[in-house]
Antibody, heavy 121, light 107 residues
């Protein structure tokens, strides 16, 4: 079945960088756009970033634009979120998720278990 | 950006009750709306997409309706496993946005 497994979270000081990874399996990775969505502790969901099935199109939330980068590795079925210039407000659980249907609307299904990033001095 | 406003923010209900959650978009989004369920400590789960299409495996007591700016999620015959937080999400335009969530609690 489809599986998404995030890793790379941890505690980091403000201004530093962190790279999150998402290992995908159980589907034709090269056919699906991928997203990162985050959730601050006790708060709601916030979409963060998108990368198209072929890696040619990227979108970012205004809150992370210019600081975060998204990439994918089709050989290893991985998605990455490079987070630079981290701020305390970036503290959240970060979820990796795929679009439900290849070339379809951006419905998120399924989601990984999430990885916690804490930005703390 | 399209702002999504959910109401109520929380609701108390009993087993067997019918619960209705509303989601309003700040501009028309056709039927480009999904609903997710999230239980404590777990990742969200897709329930409904395209405003009214039930995701595979989701019980038929869940239903969605609406188009344009006003949408509803209805849970008929509330079951113990339905106590959770529910989010709407618009996919009409990037930037993708979520509602603030509605927590369904046990009365």
């Amino acid at each position: 079945q489809v599986q998404l497994v995030e890793s790379g979270g941890g505690v980091v000081q403000p201004g530093r960088s962190l790279r999150l990874s998402c290992a995908a399996s159980g589907f034709t990775f090269s056919s699906y756009g991928m997203h990162w969505v985050r959730q601050a502790p006790g708060k709601g969901l916030e979409w963060v970033a998108f990368i198209s099935y072929d890696g040619r199109v990227e979108y970012f939330a205004d809150s992370v634009k210019g600081r975060f980068a998204i990439s994918r590795d089709g050989f290893n079925n991985m998605v990455y979120l490079q987070m630079n210039s981290l701020r305390p407000e970036d503290t959240a659980t970060y979820y990796c998720t795929k679009i439900r249907d290849s070339f379809g609307y951006n419905w998120f299904d399924p989601w990984g278990q999430g990885t916690l990033v804490t930005v703390f001095s | 950006d399209v702002q999504m406003t959910q109401s109520p923010s929380s609701v108390s209900a009993s087993i067997g009750d019918r619960v209705t959650i509303t989601c309003r978009a700040s501009q028309g989004i056709r039927t480009s709306l999904a609903w997710y369920q999230q239980k404590p400590g777990k990742a969200p789960k897709l329930l409904i997409y395209s405003a009214s299409t039930l995701q595979t495996g989701v019980p038929s007591r869940f239903s969605g309706s609406g188009s344009g700016t006003d949408f509803t999620l209805t849970i008929s015959n509330l079951q113990p496993e339905d106590f959770a937080t529910y989010y709407c999400q618009q996919a009409n335009t990037f930037l993708l946005t979520f509602g603030g969530g509605t927590k369904v609690e046990i009365k």
